[in-house]
């Protein structure tokens, strides 16, 4: 019999994933089933599950490849040494895809099951914190070159980073059309110091911030 080489078997693979991830985004994860992702991959059932044994093992993989690519991404766009360059191509790496209202569908498909199902959810996590470390990174090197306010956390700056990413995904999702460039570029306006224009805030107003959000 001959051998089959390691670079078969990974597009294989990956070819089943991509194809669970077109019918997850139409259909759901509960609604679909290993036989629709045989279908959609071209697939046997015997080939499929060579690879895979569920759909769980299947999600679990997507999630390990879609933030391998992400902190690849990251690690490409820190090697440009300018903070505001760095969260220029963050923002074109990442908002981009955005415009894929299937790709927005698994996201939130995702993030969904994430909350009844602990290993989707301890995968979804661990992605999660693999990118926050290296923005977090970032946002430490910022202020110490005093770029960004060093009075403010680095990982709950960049968890914020984050959730405008999330909200984007979201409301791209639910409203087909909107203006994601107008999105964009509010965004680059609110992390590189173009949004606010009324003066300095004064520390009695980050008090009340603070007071309301402890209450």
């Known amino acids: 019999m001959p051998k089959v080489l390691p670079e078969y078997l990974e597009t294989r693979r990956q070819q089943i994933i991509d194809a669970a991830a077109a019918c997850f985004a139409r259909g759901g994860f ?36 879609g933030h391998e690519e992400d ?29 894929d209202r ?8 995702l993030i969904s099951e994430a909350k009844h199902n602990q290993p989707i959810g301890e995968s979804v996590l661990k992605g999660w914190h693999s990118i926050l470390e290296p923005l977090s990174d970032l946002v ?3 202020q110490d070159r005093g770029e960004i306010n060093p009075a403010l956390d680095a990982r709950a700056v960049t968890r914020v980073m984050l959730g405008v990413y999330q909200g ?26 173009s949004f606010w224009r009324g003066g300095s805030v004064s520390s009695e107003a980050g008090n009340g911030a603070r007071a309301v959000l402890r209450h």
């Open 102 to 109: 299937e790709f927005c569908a698994l996201m939130v498909e």
């Open 168 to 193: 984007l995904v979201l409301q791209n999702l639910l409203e087909p059309g909107m203006d994601i460039e107008g999105y964009v570029q509010t965004t680059r306006a609110l992390f590189q110091g």
């Open 71 to 99: 902190v690849e991404a990251i690690r490409e766009a820190l090697k440009l040494n300018d903070t505001v360059a760095i969260m220029d191509e963050l923002i074109r790496l990442f908002f981009s895809g955005v415009e």
């Open 30 to 65: 509960h609604r679909t089933t290993m036989q629709d992702i045989c279908g959609e991959a071209e697939l046997s059932p015997g080939a499929v599950y060579r690879y895979f044994q569920s759909k769980e093992d299947i999600i679990q993989a997507m999630c390990t490849r």
């Open 140 to 142: 430490r090197q910022a």
